[in-house]
């Protein structure tokens, strides 16, 4: 691990013109992802702000009664709370399958959001890869690719975003809250947050240099039937292949978001209007325009099986 600086911030824009004022600087909380990037020399930050005392860790009911789930609530509070699994159960049920009981202790709301990708050429500083060192080359096409992206892809990264939370907050409409380093707030909804790769995979957010997520909004609750199946190697702590977060009204209708496929929580609006008529009609709709290898073209017959089993639930539910 390089050396590098540190400081423990008092408020929320004075962490955010911290960032600012120094290149390459990062914020750290939990620290489950950062520590473990740096200690691989991913990330060589020269000055870390210490964001734990802003009073950011608390859920709150909001002004258009949703919740207001403050960056720095752990994820296992998250999934805890009483209020998150009677009206988001969807968002209770990702986190619990999102990893071990110790790094849900750890881990924040903001940081899940932030997670890199754990693409193996990412995490192999030996390999060429753009997010890493932009215009480098991507390991992974032509590589070993069987648990990396299918659809959002480009010649430039076929990574996957490994959030389970994100897949959740997409199906919910979250919105993230944030503060810049000249202290003006802003409030960018989810399906905006994550990017595709396109040309800049190392791009992978709409935050700004030195901008501070604050807070993730949640909307009034829609009910339903609130389902989260995640396909995954093994039972524990391991990332998605697929994994299926959905919402089912008693008629049919509702919503659903796909992880472990694109770079990005992966939801087509259009495609939940063919919900009613099954798995198959939703997946051909959602995935229309998918790109998988020869190693993970499985994940398009995965995501219709995934779906259809978390449809079937939700009708036992209901």
């Known amino acids: 691990m390089k050396p590098f600086t540190y400081e423990r911030a008092t408020t929320p824009a004075e962490a955010a013109a911290a960032v600012a004022k120094q290149p390459g600087a990062k914020f750290i909380a939990g620290g489950t992802n950062l520590l473990d990037l740096m200690k691989l020399q991913i990330e060589t930050p020269p000055h870390l702000v210490d964001v734990n005392a802003l009073g950011l860790d608390k859920i709150e009911p909001g002004p258009d009664g949703g919740l207001r789930i403050g960056a720095l609530v752990r994820n296992t509070d998250l999934a805890a709370d009483e209020r998150v699994r009677r009206d988001y159960a969807v968002l209770s049920r990702a986190l619990l399958a999102g990893a071990s009981g110790q790094l849900r202790n ?96 190392e791009i992978e957010t709409a935050l700004e240099p030195g901008e501070l997520i604050t807070a993730v909004s949640l909307p009034k609750p829609m009910g339903g039937v609130h389902i989260y199946r995640k396909v995954r190697d093994r039972a524990s702590y391991a990332f998605a292949l697929v994994s299926v977060a959905a919402i089912v009204r008693k008629d049919g209708t509702g919503r659903v978001a796909l992880g472990g496929v694109a770079a990005k929580p992966w939801r087509d609006e259009s495609a939940e209007a063919q919900m009613p008529h099954g798995a198959k009609a939703v997946t051909d709709k959602l995935l229309a325009g998918a790109q998988p290898t020869a190693e993970n073209a499985f994940k398009l017959p995965l995501a219709e099986r995934t779906l259809a089993a978390a449809l079937s639930q939700a009708r036992a539910a209901a």
């Open 106 to 201: 750890k881990a924040t709301t903001a940081g899940n959001l932030l997670q890199r990708t754990r693409c193996p050429y990412f995490y192999d500083t030996n390999q060429a890869c753009n997010k890493r060192h932009p215009g480098s080359g991507c390991s992974a096409v032509g590589g070993y690719s069987r648990q990396l992206a299918v659809i959002g892809t480009s010649p430039a990264c076929i990574a996957t975003h490994p959030s389970d939370m994100a897949v959740a907050m997409r199906v919910l409409d979250a919105s993230v809250e944030t503060v810049r380093p000249d202290g003006r707030t802003r409030t960018i909804p989810i399906a905006d947050f994550h990017k595709l790769p396109e040309g800049h995979p």
